[in-house]
């Protein structure tokens, strides 16, 4: 393995860095609103769209983001609707990740204790008034958990964008290794590029977990 | 000022095809104090919580202030600023602190003042002794004081009517006494209350009327004094023998 060929591949691997950064930060804000929304559907029963949250959330979890994105880049063009390849990818990793966050919500509000409720409701507070001060604060502190296990799994699946030609991390490496048979020092960078993303993430959000339990429990 | 504060005529409830309250009939007159008695599983807390609009029952008749209770959601929510309810778990909210706690209901329900309601607030933590913990979070607290402010949350609403619920039976045996000291004062100034308790001397002391069911039938209304000492029934004599040590 050289360091002349690693020092050399930085500047170029320092863009798909952050060009993964950027994709990954779009699609995981966008699948946190979605699900936030879809779940939110769901808490409050809405007739038909709920119908519709659950056909999205079964079509989304049951595909894989590969083929997601096949349709998205490939066949939307078909009927159209040509959208730019880092587009697709965030659409693609919003629709994929959305579920995910609405299961990881819904979750969360279905752990509130029932006891909870009623003493919200022996209260007086209204349904509304419930979901606003009581369950949706309690529910989404509850949900932390999972909801990080999606951040870090989302930015993961950005791999998977190499298959539309982002040149994003995975992309890089495999365009290096075809390009100059570098691949050592590509597979290399690689995962130091993943890791300097990941392990501080993954830091945080424990983090933050112990956190949230703290600042929600402890009868 | 009405007689009856609150009216139960023939009120039925069953889960499924099982009968859990039969023909209940009583009524309560303000001021006074009701306690509700009978082995587990007798339909206590079942009946406690049909005054709530906490559990539905299938037909019978409930009157609060002599206006018939309609029994839809809407109604329900306007009445338990009314009827205030004390559970047996520590209820909490764990994610506002205690004040907050205390002061949802009087400002999101009610929509009272800001400055006026924590006025009252602090006045109820200071009589419950625990002024200190305003700021504290539940889980900062020990069950016997969380037990408090569930109560100071409820009278916050200035409700006319209280349901306790064994709110003593998951406390740690000396958290007991500072709860029971609370209703206690409250019954002295004549808060109306319905209470379900397994402490024996605390129903002596406190009951105006002793209901005592079983099988989710009443089989005794009489008067506290009464009840304790010259039972009506060899039921409800067997349950405070059974209850002595």
Same mark, same amino acid.
């Given at each position: 393995?050289?360091?002349?060929v690693?020092?050399q591949s930085?500047?170029?691997?320092?863009?798909?860095?952050?060009?993964?950064?950027?994709?990954?930060?779009? *699609?995981?804000?966008?699948? $946190?609103?979605?699900?936030?929304?879809?779940?939110?559907?769901?808490?409050?029963?809405?007739?038909?769209?709920?119908?519709?949250?659950?056909?999205?959330?079964?079509?989304?979890? @049951?595909?894989?983001?590969?083929?997601?994105?096949?349709?998205?880049?490939?066949?939307?063009?078909?009927?159209?609707?040509?959208?730019?390849?880092?587009? $697709?990818?965030?659409?693609?990793?919003?629709?994929?990740?959305? $579920?995910?966050?609405?299961?990881?919500?819904? *979750?969360?509000?279905?752990?509130?204790?029932?006891?909870?409720?009623?003493?919200?409701?022996?209260?007086?507070?209204?349904?509304?008034?419930?979901?606003?001060?009581?369950?949706?604060?309690?529910?989404?502190?509850?949900?932390?958990?999972?909801?990080?296990? @999606?951040?870090?799994?989302?930015?993961?699946?950005?791999?998977?964008?190499?298959?539309?030609?982002?040149?994003?991390?995975? @992309?890089?490496?495999?365009d290096q290794i075809g390009m100059y048979y570098h691949t050592?020092e590509s597979?290399?960078?690689?995962?130091?590029?993943?890791?300097?993303?990941?392990?501080?993430?993954?830091?945080?959000?424990?983090?933050?977990?112990?956190?949230?339990?703290?600042?929600?429990? *402890?009868? | 000022? %009405?007689?009856?504060?609150?009216?139960?005529?023939?009120?039925?409830?069953?889960?499924?095809?099982?009968?859990?309250?039969?023909?209940?009939?009583? /009524? %309560?007159?303000?001021?006074?104090?009701?306690?509700?008695? =009978? +082995? /587990? =599983?007798?339909?206590?807390?079942?009946?406690?919580?049909?005054?709530?609009?906490?559990?539905?029952?299938?037909?019978?008749?409930?009157?609060?202030?002599?206006?018939?209770?309609?029994?839809? +959601?809407?109604?329900?929510?306007?009445?338990?600023?009314?009827? =205030?309810?004390?559970?047996?778990?520590?209820?909490?909210?764990?994610?506002?602190?205690?004040?907050?706690?205390?002061?949802?209901?009087?400002?999101?329900?009610?929509?009272?003042?800001?400055? #006026?309601?924590?006025?009252?607030?602090?006045?109820?933590?200071?009589? %419950?002794?625990?002024?200190?913990?305003?700021?504290?979070?539940?889980?900062? !607290?020990? =069950?016997?004081?969380?037990?408090?402010?569930?109560?100071?949350?409820? !009278?916050?609403?200035? +409700? #006319?009517?209280?349901?306790?619920?064994?709110?003593?039976?998951?406390?740690? +045996?000396?958290?007991?006494?500072?709860?029971?000291? %609370?209703?206690?004062?409250?019954?002295?100034?004549? &808060?109306?209350?319905?209470?379900?308790?397994?402490?024996?001397?605390?129903?002596?002391?406190?009951?105006?009327?002793?209901?005592?069911?079983?099988?989710?039938?009443?089989?005794?209304?009489?008067?506290?004094?009464?009840?304790?000492?010259?039972?009506?029934?060899?039921?409800?004599?067997?349950?405070?023998?059974? &209850?002595?040590?």
């Amino acid at each position: 393995m050289s360091w002349t060929v690693i020092q050399q591949s930085l500047p170029i691997f320092e863009k798909a860095f952050w060009l993964t950064l950027k994709l990954s930060c779009y *699609g995981i804000i966008g699948a $946190s609103l979605l699900g936030l929304f879809a779940s939110f559907i769901r808490y409050f029963q809405i007739p038909v769209a709920k119908q519709l949250v659950n056909v999205y959330i079964e079509l989304s979890r @049951n595909t894989p983001l590969l083929i997601q994105l096949f349709f998205i880049y490939y066949a939307f063009p078909e009927i159209g609707l040509k959208i730019p390849a880092e587009t $697709s990818g965030i659409i693609g990793l919003i629709f994929l990740g959305g $579920s995910y966050m609405a299961e990881a919500f819904s *979750g969360g509000l279905d752990g509130v204790p029932k006891v909870q409720i009623e003493s919200g409701k022996a209260i007086g507070l209204s349904n509304l008034q419930l979901a606003r001060y009581v369950i949706f604060p309690q529910g989404l502190a509850l949900s932390v958990p999972a909801i990080a296990a @999606n951040v870090i799994f989302l930015i993961k699946e950005t791999s998977i964008f190499t298959v539309i030609a982002i040149p994003e991390l995975t @992309n890089t490496a495999l365009d290096q290794i075809g390009m100059y048979y570098h691949t050592d020092e590509s597979l290399f960078v690689l995962v130091i590029g993943y890791a300097i993303i990941l392990i501080p993430l993954s830091l945080i959000l424990t983090w933050l977990e112990r956190r949230a339990r703290y600042g929600t429990f *402890g009868h | 000022m %009405v007689d009856t504060l609150l009216k139960v005529e023939h009120l039925n409830k069953a889960y499924g095809t099982k009968q859990v309250l039969h023909d209940i009939n009583f /009524s %309560v007159t303000p001021g006074s104090v009701t306690v509700l008695l =009978g +082995p /587990s =599983g007798s339909g206590k807390s079942t009946l406690i919580r049909c005054l709530n609009g906490l559990e539905e029952f299938q037909s019978g008749q409930l009157s609060f202030e002599d206006q018939p209770i309609k029994p839809t +959601p809407k109604t329900w929510q306007q009445l338990r600023q009314k009827i =205030g309810m004390v559970f047996q778990s520590y209820d909490l909210f764990p994610n506002l602190t205690v004040i907050d706690n205390i002061l949802l209901g009087p400002l999101k329900v009610q929509k009272r003042s800001k400055t #006026e309601a924590l006025k009252q607030a602090t006045q109820l933590l200071k009589e %419950v002794d625990l002024t200190d913990y305003a700021d504290a979070f539940p889980r900062q !607290l020990s =069950g016997g004081q969380k037990q408090r402010i569930a109560i100071v949350r409820a !009278l916050a609403l200035n +409700p #006319e009517f209280m349901l306790f619920d064994e709110v003593t039976a998951s406390l740690d +045996p000396e958290m007991v006494r500072g709860v029971l000291e %609370v209703m206690l004062n409250l019954a002295k100034r004549k &808060m109306t209350m319905l209470v379900v308790t397994h402490e024996m001397n605390f129903a002596q002391q406190i009951a105006d009327n002793v209901l005592f069911l079983e099988d989710g039938a009443i089989l005794e209304q009489t008067p506290g004094k009464q009840f304790f000492t010259q039972p009506q029934t060899d039921r409800a004599r067997e349950f405070l023998d059974s &209850m002595a040590f």
